[in-house]
């Protein structure tokens, strides 16, 4: 490979993208599976966690829409009346005008449909980080950078920024998100409510091998931890670190645990899709926050990708015990438990012991008649140490009407480690 490997040799995609580089004038081009020695876990070790600069510092980033693998090609043949309209001539009321169907086919990349590319978990983090990418699709191509996304039918029309890639231009276009400047300190919120969009973008897509959860999103992590105020631990934002632990799986698919992070973190359940709880709506505005944040344990495992382990917290603990039937589950021992909606992590035996740890509650109007949920953690003690949980759910409410709230009746408030 020191030697030069000849163009014919690499696989159709490689070859149009060199050419596509040499014909915009580049001599220099990254290809992940040639730059990153394949099958050395070293080196792809080291070489994962530069993705961040490697994407941000790139002049272009081309990207093979509809490809399956890297046989397919960046170039397609098409019908050109697919991207230019064909003039006839003068007419009774003016220029005839005949357009293909086809033009009016994914008129942005947020609606092309299932395109292979764009499910992948890996790119998520490429599309972010790079400042331009040029998407090659069947039809025609698009254009996407931090100041309008565009498409070859009409090059001159930037489209709204309310679909889905202008989260891109949100992103890169922060108030004092500046990669020349990242002493200057944005927004904080802003920021966040632009990482739960990415993330959420993340948790959609696809992941071939469940061990590159937290790796596969550290690029857009570092990116944004070098240049604002915000900390990651374990895939989630310290700064808003008791919203972020309120995530739950999606449609209730019970799945595996994984020693990737600890269970507080959404990396350790696989095999499920995840799903945000409206983390950017939990505010000291709309909820009174119970539960504090004490300390994180600097606990770190090279071997884990250097993931936190433990965090002490202090809040109401409800006991209850859950059990299921036919129709789902339900709580004994405490009525304020019975209502609520059970979202577990991880499959649980059909009768267990629980502890609801009452992270937020709503700031409801005693007139009000829709109010944000009640929510928090469902935990079961370690069998190892006393004052220690794991969690295996969350769980909500909408909206508890009792005089008030759900901590109207006493509460066990409790120091606790969640590992």
Not at 74 to 96: A, F
Not at 117 to 140: D, K, M, N
Not at 196 to 225: C, E, F, K, P
Not at 360 to 374: C, L, Q
Request: glycine residues 6%.
């Amino acid at each position: 490979m020191l030697q030069g490997i000849s163009l014919n040799h690499l696989p159709l995609t490689f070859q149009h993208a060199i050419l596509i580089t040499r014909n915009l004038g580049y001599r220099y081009i990254w290809i992940d599976s040639l730059c990153i020695i394949q099958d050395d876990v070293d080196d792809w070790a080291f070489e994962s966690t530069t993705m961040s600069r490697i994407y941000s510092n790139s002049v272009l980033t081309i990207a093979a829409l509809w490809g399956e693998n890297s046989h397919a090609g960046c170039y397609v043949e098409r019908n050109p009346l697919t991207t230019e309209d064909c003039y006839i001539g003068e007419w009774k009321h003016g220029e005839v005008v005949v357009t293909s169907g086809d033009v009016r086919r994914g008129s942005t990349l947020g609606n092309l449909g299932p395109t292979p590319l764009l499910h992948r978990a890996w790119v998520v983090q490429e599309r972010f980080l790079s400042p331009r990418t040029l998407y090659f699709g069947p039809w025609e191509l698009f254009w996407e950078c931090g100041e309008q996304t565009s498409r070859e039918r009409w090059p001159e029309i930037s489209f709204p920024r309310w679909d889905d890639v202008a989260i891109k231009q949100r992103f890169r276009n922060i108030p004092g998100l500046d990669l020349n400047k990242s002493h200057r300190k944005p927004e904080l919120e802003s920021i966040y409510k632009i990482w739960t969009a990415i993330r959420a973008n993340y948790w959609s897509s696809q992941l071939t091998y469940h061990s590159d959860s937290l790796v596969a999103i550290s690029g857009i992590t570092t990116w944004i931890q070098e240049r604002s105020g915000l900390q990651f631990v374990s895939g989630l934002c310290k700064n808003f670190f008791l919203r972020e632990l309120l995530w739950k799986v999606e449609n209730n698919f019970v799945t595996s645990r994984s020693t990737l992070g600890p269970t507080w973190s959404w990396a350790s359940v696989k095999g499920a899709k995840i799903k945000g709880f409206h983390q950017p709506s939990i505010t000291s505005k709309t909820h009174t926050i119970h539960t504090r944040l004490e300390s994180i344990d600097d606990l770190f495992s090279m071997n884990e990708g250097h993931q936190l382990k433990d965090i002490h917290l202090r809040g109401p603990l409800l006991h209850g015990t859950l059990k299921r039937d036919e129709y789902g589950f339900f709580v004994t021992d405490d009525y304020r438990l019975q209502n609520f909606n059970y979202d577990l992590d991880i499959p649980l035996p059909d009768t267990v012991e629980i502890v609801c740890l009452v992270l937020a509650e709503s700031n409801r109007d005693a007139e009000a008649i829709i109010s944000a949920p009640d929510a928090g953690l469902i935990l079961v003690p370690d069998s190892y140490e006393s004052s220690t949980y794991q969690r295996v759910g969350m769980w909500s409410h909408p909206s508890f009407k009792r005089p008030g709230g759900i901590l109207a009746e006493p509460a066990d408030w409790q120091s606790i480690r969640l590992v």
